[in-house]
């Protein structure tokens, strides 16, 4: 069983930037896709950016230019760095992989993140 770790979440003031680290238990390289998900109260859960094993990004449009997401696999993590916070990006961000080929769907505790105004 593969397990996901979030760390970085925290509180911020508007403008600021934090950095989310996704670590792996075992090689990143099992994953095909590795993304960072977010939820706000009262909402469903939204994709906010995810990157291939090929390198291949996504970006959800409310963060492009503001966040990127970047892999290293020597150290079997992901991670999310955000820049230009704003209050709307506050909300509990998750990390996730999935693999094709063993229709694997693995997900984080979540990590807080809180952007004030």
């Known amino acids: 069983q593969v397990q996901l770790v979030e760390s970085g979440g925290g509180l911020v003031q508007a403008g600021g930037s934090l950095r989310l680290s996704c670590a792996a238990s075992r090689s990143i390289f099992r994953f095909d896709v590795m993304g960072w998900y977010r939820q706000a109260p009262g909402n469903q859960r939204e994709l906010v950016a995810a990157i291939t094993i090929d390198g291949n990004t996504v970006y959800a449009d409310s963060v492009k230019g503001r966040f990127t997401i970047s892999r290293d696999s020597a150290k079997n993590t992901f991670n999310l760095q955000m820049n230009s916070l704003k209050p709307e990006d506050t909300a509990i961000y998750y990390c996730?992989?999935?693999?094709?080929?063993?229709?694997?769907?693995?997900w984080g505790q979540g990590t807080q993140v809180t952007v004030s105004s």
């Open positions: 996730n992989a999935k693999s094709v080929v063993t229709k694997s769907d693995y």
